[in-house]
């Protein structure tokens, strides 16, 4: 039914809350725009799409997904160019995670023209919130939850697909200080690492709590097995640049999200000619090109900061230090250019912003 139309159902709010948005303090995902998309699925298929106005959700206590875990989420941008253009920055990767994370969490997938489209629709009913400053966007929250009223573990056969829209503000980050982790693990061979799924958050609080409590904003995650090579920093994928080459973790694993903020990052450094390397990088490797001198930058990639400079890494009982976040010439370009691109103000030869 989905493929033949995507007719969605509107109704508009007669209740517009824009006016009460206080444009210059929008701290992240606390103000919610007009609409939402809400999308059911049951009888073994999805039902039509309706854009409505955003409100609770009302749920059995036996809602599935709260006793069992099975929800997952998705993060893009939309921005408003100078001159009004709304993008949405390459929703079609967010469309096939989502499809990846369905698939190992059993949960019926959306086709990934249709989830493209209905983020669009989205977006487009609500664009005069995307506010029309430099550095502001409005962030993009597709999420999927089982919503069987039924206390048993097996898959779900009712689920619910929702898509909200939060204005947020430029993402001023402050240089980070992360901990190597050595006895926690985010993500194991054969676990759900790579799927956007609730469960992988709601554990990892609890070690980067105690890291927070030593002073670190974050942690750098290890492998789960041996704790000796880096995967990603908090809930972003890590970069480094040593002796002029960008390394980071490869994604042959499947303990490591596959970041779109990361692969852009690539992608534009490959065509500027810079080399970059994806392969494992030990605990060891980056230690030792610290302690030597041949690290010059590492950041953290993610949607919501676009990219966080590293400023010290907690190793055991040292702090390193990196050198001072002002000499990262090709982390600040490339994050320059991502912004540039996202704002309308470079031209897009990637052909990665869709236009609504
Ligand atoms: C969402 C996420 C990222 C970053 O992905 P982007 O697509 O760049 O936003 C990295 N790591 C984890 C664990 C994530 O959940």
């Known amino acids: ?29 606390r103000v919610f725009s007009d609409h939402m998309l809400v999308m059911d699925y049951s009888d073994g298929e999805w039902h039509q799409p309706e854009i409505i106005p955003f409100a ?13 875990g099975q929800s997952i989420f998705e993060g893009m941008k939309a921005n408003k160019a100078e001159n009004g253009d709304v993008s949405i920055f390459r929703p079609a990767m967010n469309a096939n995670r989502f499809k990846e994370s369905c698939e190992r969490m059993c949960m019926p997938t959306i086709p990934e023209d249709v989830f493209t489209e209905l983020v669009r629709k989205t977006v487009e009913i609500d664009s005069n919130w995307i506010p029309n400053k430099e550095g502001y966007s409005l962030y ?21 697909f929702v898509i909200f829209t939060c204005p947020v503000g430029a993402y001023y980050s402050e240089p980070v200080n992360v901990k190597i ?3 926690y693990t985010r ?36 492998d789960g097995k041996e704790h000796k090579y880096i995967e990603e920093s908090g809930t972003m994928n890590i970069v480094f640049i040593i002796n002029g080459t960008i390394i980071t973790p490869s994604e ?56 966080a400079p590293i400023a010290k890494i907690g190793y055991r009982d ?7 976040v002002d000499t990262f010439v090709i982390s600040t370009k490339i994050k320059n250019y991502l912004d540039d691109l996202k704002a309308g103000k470079v031209e897009d030869t990637f052909g990665w912003c869709l236009k609504v």
Request: aromatic share 8%; net charge negative; proline share 5%.
């Open 252 to 307: 042959d694993t499947d303990t490591i999200l596959r970041g779109v903020t990361k692969r852009s990052v690539i992608e534009i450094a490959k065509s500027w000619g810079i080399p970059v390397e994806e392969r494992k990088v030990s605990v060891e490797e980056v230690v030792a090109a610290i302690k030597n001198g041949t690290m010059q930058e590492a950041f953290g990639a993610g949607t919501a900061a676009t990219i």
């Open 140 to 160: 993009i929250r597709p999420f999927m939850f089982a919503t069987d009223e039924f206390l048993g573990i097996r898959p779900s056969e009712t689920y619910k």
């Open 187 to 222: 993500a194991s061979v054969g676990g759900v690492g790579r799927a956007k799924t609730a469960g992988n958050y709601g554990a990892g609080l609890y070690p980067a709590k105690l890291g927070q409590n030593q002073g670190f904003h974050q942690l750098v995650w290890t």
């Open 181 to 183: 982790e050595e006895f």
């Open 318 to 324: 040292e702090i390193l230090e990196l050198p001072p």
């Open 56 to 68: 609770n959700l009302s749920l059995h206590p036996a809602t599935s997904a709260i006793h069992y």
């Open 1 to 29: 039914m989905l493929q033949d139309t995507i007719s969605v159902k509107i109704t508009k709010t007669t209740n517009s809350h824009i006016g009460d948005v206080d444009w210059d303090n929008l701290p992240f995902g």
